[in-house]
T-cell receptor
Framework: NAGVTQTPKFQVLKTGQSMTLQCAQD?????MSWYRQDPGMGLRLIHY???????DQGEVPNGYNVSRSTTEDFPLRLLSAAPSQTSVYFC?????????????FGPGTRLTVL | GQNIDQPTEMTATEGAIVQINCTYQ??????LFWYQQHAGEAPTFLSY????GLEEKGRFSSFLSRSKGYSYLLLKELQMKDSASYLC????????????FGSGTKLNVKP
């Protein structure tokens, strides 16, 4: 089991560019989510999905799009990058997010927008 | 809105005991989680509480009081490798369950 994988590990973009952060899991988890982590602000939920074809917004969804066409993959798209989107992005997955079912986090993508 | 408060930073000595507090005011509650995050790494699960009381897991214990909106993580016999950030997160019931995280507490363990 590779667990939760994210690519790329590092990325530098110019303002206005678009890109997709990839996230995949091989644990057959239904629940997947994207967070961003900024200094002093903890983890903030961007978007999440409870299964293929079902997504919902988190706290900070503006400027990001997601889709979930398969159980394994949950890509995050930045439509037009802005310096405010400079952050570390974590993808996480869990079976159901019920009870004590915890989330497993990927290694993160460090994004810089110039 | 949701609010979770944790101290920003704490320092403790190797071999000692440290308690990291977390207070929350949220619209709903489906459980409280503690995660550990070493610098430059992903968070990893430490503990879960949904009922009042203490949950013990080796050197780590976590306590919850739902009426007070309060939890703490207790780390015993501190080791240098316990230097990390500790994140408190509440599971919120909305359309679907989702997490809300506090800002985290950076713990420095000194020799």
């Amino acid at each position: 089991n590779a667990g939760v994988t994210q690519t790329p590990k590092f990325q530098v973009l110019k303002t206005g560019q678009s890109m997709t952060l990839q996230c995949a899991q091989d644990m057959n988890h239904e629940y997947m989510s994207w967070y961003r982590q900024d200094p002093g602000m903890g983890l903030r939920l961007i978007h999440y999905s409870v299964g293929a074809g079902i997504t919902d917004q988190g706290e900070v969804p503006n400027g990001y799009n997601v889709s979930r066409s398969t159980t394994e993959d949950f890509p995050l798209r930045l439509l037009s990058a802005a310096p405010s989107q400079t952050s570390v992005y974590f993808c996480a997955s869990s079976y159901t997010l019920q009870g004590s079912d915890t989330q497993y986090f990927g290694p993160g993508t460090r994004l810089t927008v110039l | 809105g949701q609010n979770i408060d944790q101290p920003t930073e704490m320092t403790a000595t190797e071999g000692a005991i440290v308690q990291i507090n977390c207070t929350y005011q949220t619209s709903g509650f489906n459980g409280l989680f503690w995660y550990q995050q070493h610098a430059g790494e992903a968070p990893t699960f430490l503990s879960y509480n949904v009922l009042d009381g203490l949950e013990e897991k080796g050197r780590f214990s976590s306590f919850l009081s739902r009426s007070k909106g309060y939890s703490y993580l207790l780390l015993k016999e501190l080791q240098m490798k316990d230097s990390a950030s500790y994140l408190c997160a509440v599971l919120l019931p909305y359309n679907f369950n989702k997490f809300y995280f506090g800002s985290g507490t950076k713990l420095n363990v000194k020799p």
